[in-house]
């Protein structure tokens, strides 16, 4: 009696810290259910519009630097997809390596647990069973919030029994030479269900869950997120990283714990150390964009800190440089400079991957022996000189891009107003490319971002308000206390950092853009996110939820469910190619975007146009999902779905 009584309590105390373990990973990963909801519902959609297959060329560097770290080589010696003259290898001392190795190391751990759960079964249907338990889960979830737990299981169960009958029955074998593909993609699907969490996460705390879900479905179902969720280029898993950032960013600073429980897993110190942590993990994928954030992160958060004491300085820095170990190491295997990432060596064949800090270019020394330019001896000693000589061609190429952008916004107008506002069509490119030059500016693919407009009917009117008084000192003072808000308030210091974030963004780009080959403006995906959250912050936007919520809900349905079904017929019936099909979205986009940006400041500026604006926004929001829906299913062909009804689907809509 007494050994079975030891046995179960034994047993029970192993039960108590499985249930911990599990209920610490749940707040750190989503925070809350309704976080664990907007997750598993971002993973669930993400799944339906996934296919396996390359859809740029650029994956085949990421496949081919996968499959080679994944037998323990940061040498690519093997084409195992496509060549190795693919866009954006990079080669060193004759030796071939690929780039972006923090997206790629994270992808390492999931090709080993594709591998060892294909080893039994077929990859389809590992997927289809895999979807058909957090459909599950999902609805689970949603009973439990909505206090309707058995009859949202039972619904559930059933469901995902008839998903997965029905994915059994019209599977297809899927290559194993896939998995690695399959691997990188998993890695992006899930940093989109991250980033649509942390969305959530973050405006909860700043306003309400309403907010917050609006905003996380927003920034990925209604902006290009969703349409680069499953194919494997660096955007949407840095998105995620900066949004962490942000995240950890206004935790250091808020003291509200009630989301997370009366004890938070981690200090404000810790949160802050979390944040600059985030940025060196940054690094790894990319180490230019990384630094844009860094600096944004510096400038906002020294001032506006709580605290810069020895201590806390010691456990960020010690934070940060740890994050950038994995860093330091890989850019040591590969070229001996720790500081010299991948992306800076000499490019194998020409990128289409026109990133900032891209490449490295370099003259030689010149033949004066140290001399000055009139041929003096110089004044500086030769180690003093060459230091800084070394620390004027770092800052150079680090301050260079920022420099450039904004000399090229000013210079260029033309490039902003096509990168943000219409595109167009380049015919010399597409005749050229059988008619595969499509380009979508930033509004044409998410028109739902034209209520940002609201932004400058707000602050315009406030300027004017304060300029109109007698007193010219009054807006000397509103400046002095909006600096004193932003020092005091958490809400007001994240603001400045994700606007500080957008435009040094934004700067590193704008030289290279527009690009007529890249769907979306994808260099700036998480510029997108970060505009999403933007229009969340604003009292207008807020209002309009509150008090309209079900007219924008409705007209989001009824835009995804009819109007994709009408733009279908449309580009069908007009056998449009398929660049005329993304000419077609941009259209209707800025048609209903500018729609939406009207009625946006009418909110802004009296709250009567607010049943206006809501149903604007819910039909805006729902064209960018349309493209995404329509993308995976009709305009782009490259693989077979993880979903064998899903593939299905698709093949009936081609037939049409």
């Known amino acids: 009696m007494s050994t079975g009584r030891a046995e179960s309590v034994a047993s029970r105390d192993v039960r108590e810290r499985v249930g911990t373990a599990r209920t610490i990973l749940v707040r750190a990963v989503v925070g809350d259910r309704l976080g664990l909801v907007v997750f598993l519902g971002t993973l669930l959609a993400a799944g339906v519009t996934w296919r396996v297959g390359v859809f740029i060329t650029d994956n085949y560097t990421l496949a081919n630097a996968l499959v080679a770290l994944a037998d323990g080589s940061l040498v690519v010696d093997e084409a195992v997809y496509g060549t190795l003259e693919a866009p954006g290898m990079n080669v060193h001392d004759g030796r071939l390596y690929g780039r972006n190795y923090g997206q790629v190391a994270f992808a390492v751990p999931l090709l080993w647990g594709l591998r060892a759960v294909t080893a039994v079964a077929d990859l389809g249907l590992v997927f289809a069973a895999a979807w058909s338990l957090l459909l599950l889960a999902f609805a689970v979830q949603v009973g439990r919030i909505t206090g309707r737990e058995s009859i949202c299981a039972t619904a559930g169960a059933g469901l995902a029994l008839a998903s997965f009958a029905a994915s059994a029955a019209l599977a297809e074998p899927i290559p194993p030479r896939l998995l690695p593909l399959a691997a990188l993609q998993l890695g992006t699907v899930l940093a989109t269900a991250l980033v649509a969490t942390m969305v959530y996460r973050l405006l909860a705390r700043v306003h309400d869950r309403r907010v917050g879900v609006t905003a996380a479905v927003a920034s990925v179902f209604t902006t290009p997120v969703g349409f680069w969720a499953a194919i494997p280029k660096r955007h949407v898993t840095v998105t995620t990283l900066l949004v962490g950032v942000i995240y950890a960013f206004y935790r250091s600073r808020s003291a509200d714990e009630s989301a997370d429980g009366p004890v938070p897993l981690l200090s404000p110190v810790g949160f802050r150390a ?44 010690v934070a940060f440089g740890a994050s950038l170990v994995p860093f330091f190491a890989t850019n040591v295997a590969i070229s001996g400079d720790p500081v010299r990432p ?38 500086l000693p030769a180690p003093v000189r060459t230091l800084v000589t070394t620390v004027a061609d770092r800052s150079g190429l680090i301050f260079g891009p920022f420099v450039a952008g904004a000399k090229s916004a000013v210079s260029d107008p033309e490039s902003l107003y096509r990168t943000f506002v219409r595109a167009g069509y380049d015919g010399y490119i597409g005749a050229r490319d059988n008619d595969q030059a499509i380009n979508l500016s930033v509004l044409e693919s998410a028109p739902v971002l034209a209520g940002v407009a609201a932004l400058v009917a707000t602050g315009g009117r406030r300027a004017t308000a304060a300029v109109r008084r007698p007193d010219a000192s009054v807006v000397g003072a509103r400046l002095r206390r909006s600096v004193r808000t932003v020092r005091t308030s958490p809400t007001a210091a994240t603001d400045a950092f994700v606007a500080l974030v957008a435009v040094l963004f934004t700067l590193i780009y704008i ?18 996110v970060l505009a999403a959250y933007a229009l969340a912050r604003q009292s207008w936007l807020r209002r309009v939820l509150a008090d309209h919520g079900r007219a924008a809900l409705w007209s989001y349905l009824a835009g995804v ?14 056998s449009f190619g398929r660049g005329g099909a993304f000419q077609l979205h941009a259209v209707v986009g800025l048609v209903v975007g500018a729609a939406f940006a009207v009625s946006a400041v009418g909110s802004a500026l009296d709250e009567r146009f607010d049943s206006v604006t809501a149903v604007t926004g819910g039909l805006a929001a729902a064209l960018g ?32």
């Open 625 to 656: 999902t349309d493209l995404a829906l329509l993308s995976a299913f009709v305009y782009f062909r490259y693989g077979p779905h993880v979903l064998p009804s899903t593939d299905w689907l698709a093949d009936l809509l081609a037939s049409a």
């Open 561 to 574: 469910l009819l109007g994709a079904q009408l733009i279908f017929v449309v580009v069908t019936a007009g």
């Open 511 to 528: 030289p290279r853009l527009p690009l007529f080959a890249q769907v979306t403006v994808r260099y700036l995906l998480p510029v997108y």
């Open 342 to 379: 991948p992306r800076m060596l000499s490019e194998f064949a020409v990128s289409t991957d026109g990133g900032a800090f891209g490449g490295a270019g370099g003259s030689g020394g010149g033949g004066n022996g140290g001399a000055t330019s009139d041929g003096s001896p110089p004044l």
């Open 274 to 317: 979390l944040a600059y942590a985030l940025v060196g993990l940054y690094t790894w994928a990319h180490a230019g964009e990384a630094f844009a954030v860094f600096l944004a992160l510096v400038a906002v958060d020294l001032p506006t800190a709580p605290s810069n004491d020895r201590r806390t300085l010691a456990v960020v820095g």
